[in-house]
């Protein structure tokens, strides 16, 4: 592996490296800015490896990257014994953190794994009610637990409380993006409707009078998404209907999986797991599936279109990725989680000449606006890179590392995949 004077297209402190995937031939392009301060060992992929790769017939090439592939892993799995990560900026890190005794996902997933339990894996425990806990073993007889309840119906009622809390989660990000779309509707936000066309596809499909005034139309839009939420069995999702293919509505219905709004759901399939409610795995296996339908069309789907509708429709562009994109030369603040409400207001605040001179008078050259995890690929997919938007740091497995770095002024959490043991961190 060459350092970073071999490394090609690099251009306004930018490189590009291929990232091989262990054993999966795997290439993927990533543009990173490598910092010059505390960063200066990451190790890339250099031009010649490029090179060779370019020239090898296509049987030859796989060959070649899963060897080098290996290579790779081995130098990892002696520098840290234990494989942490295929990025180099995240075994750097990893030292770091060692080095500084600071708990990490790393760390503390080894001594879990020694102890994890085979009931549990296997499904066959029940924590539920105080009757027990109660695990199920043929070794000792214990063919149910306390209740009747059988392995079957255990281990699809602990997938379903699973399922549940899934979905609550994607649910509670739904309801704010409509509650987004209707306040900015009513000029209460400082966002825009920037995909119209979108808002117009949605509003047909969903038989909401086509008018001329765009915010009658959002406004109108977010309500009829908000009551689909909560719809109930009386009659068919407006969502399901006109978004679901027509022949699977009906194999639903056949099945009786057809669903109503997703709270509704949520409700329905919380009270079945309480003990002595359903104890049939296919009963509760149905619901599962008409859960995970209700969450795609009357939660997710919306979703999706109501962040576009605002801050428009991704479109494929170049983006700078990994840890490498801190620059400790700004005030950086990352945003993380699932929403990306506050990031996209924050990233219109840091473009405003105020505060550029309040982070120049407080000794910084700037700001920078950071994504990590989803919040991080929404503002990524939507954004080119600026003077303001850094790019996007990577997976929740990167925050550690990413704090480790020393870089981070702010970091942002509002939901999914916020780690909470992060105050040593804050300490540190």
């Not at 995240?90 to 794994?113: G, H, K």
């Not at 700004?330 to 550029?356: E, R, S």
């Not at 080119?384 to 925050?399: C, K, Q, Y």
């Amino acid at each position: 592996m060459g350092g970073g004077e071999d490394v090609a297209c690099n251009r306004a402190g930018r490189f590009s490296y291929i990232l091989v995937y262990c054993g999966q031939n795997i290439r993927s392009r990533i543009w990173s800015r490598r910092r010059r301060q505390k960063l200066t060992s990451i190790k890339i992929i250099p031009v010649k490896f490029c090179i060779e790769l370019s020239l090898l017939r296509e049987n030859s090439r796989e060959k070649f990257l899963e060897k080098e592939s290996e290579k790779l892993m081995d130098q990892q799995y002696h520098s840290t014994n234990q494989r942490i990560s295929i990025h180099p900026s995240v075994l750097e890190m990893y030292e770091r953190l060692n080095s500084d005794n600071m708990t990490n996902v790393f760390d503390r997933y080894l001594p879990q794994e020694k102890m994890r339990c085979n009931f549990c894996l296997q499904g066959n425990s029940c924590q539920l009610c105080s009757h027990g806990p109660c695990r199920i073993s043929d070794k000792v007889g214990a063919e149910f637990g306390v209740c009747g309840i059988d392995r079957d119906a255990m281990a699809m009622r602990q997938l379903l409380l699973l399922n549940v809390m899934g979905s609550a989660t994607y649910t509670h990000h739904a309801y704010q993006a409509f509650r987004t779309l209707k306040s900015t509707a009513e000029g209460k936000t400082p966002f825009q409707i920037k995909d119209v066309n979108k808002l117009r596809m949605m509003a047909e499909s969903l038989k909401i009078p086509n008018s001329k005034d765009e915010k009658e139309m959002a406004w109108q839009l977010a309500n009829v998404l908000t009551e689909e939420l909560h719809h109930d069995y009386d009659d068919p999702s407006k969502m399901v209907t006109a978004f679901a293919p027509r022949h699977r509505q009906k194999v639903w219905r056949d099945l009786a999986i057809f669903p109503a709004g997703v709270l509704y759901e949520i409700s329905d399939a919380t009270a079945s797991c309480l003990t002595n409610v359903d104890g049939d795995y296919v009963s509760l296996a149905k619901k599962a599936m008409r859960l995970g339908i209700a969450t795609i069309y009357t939660s997710q789907i919306g979703l999706e279109m109501v962040q576009d509708i605002l801050f428009g429709t991704p479109t494929p562009h170049e983006v700078e990725v990994d840890l490498g994109i801190m620059d400790p030369a700004y005030v950086n603040i990352v945003f993380n989680g699932h929403q990306p409400w506050t990031g996209f207001a924050t990233m219109q605040l840091a473009q405003q000449d105020k505060w550029i001179q309040a982070a120049k008078e407080a000794g910084a050259k700037g700001i920078k606006i950071v994504g990590s995890i989803e919040t991080g690929q929404e503002l990524l997919q939507r954004t080119e890179m600026s003077s303001v938007f850094a790019g996007l740091t990577g997976n929740w497995l990167h925050i550690e590392p990413l704090l480790a770095t020393g870089t981070v002024d702010i970091f942002a959490m509002d939901e999914n995949c916020c780690p909470p043991n992060l105050a040593p961190y804050a300490e540190k």
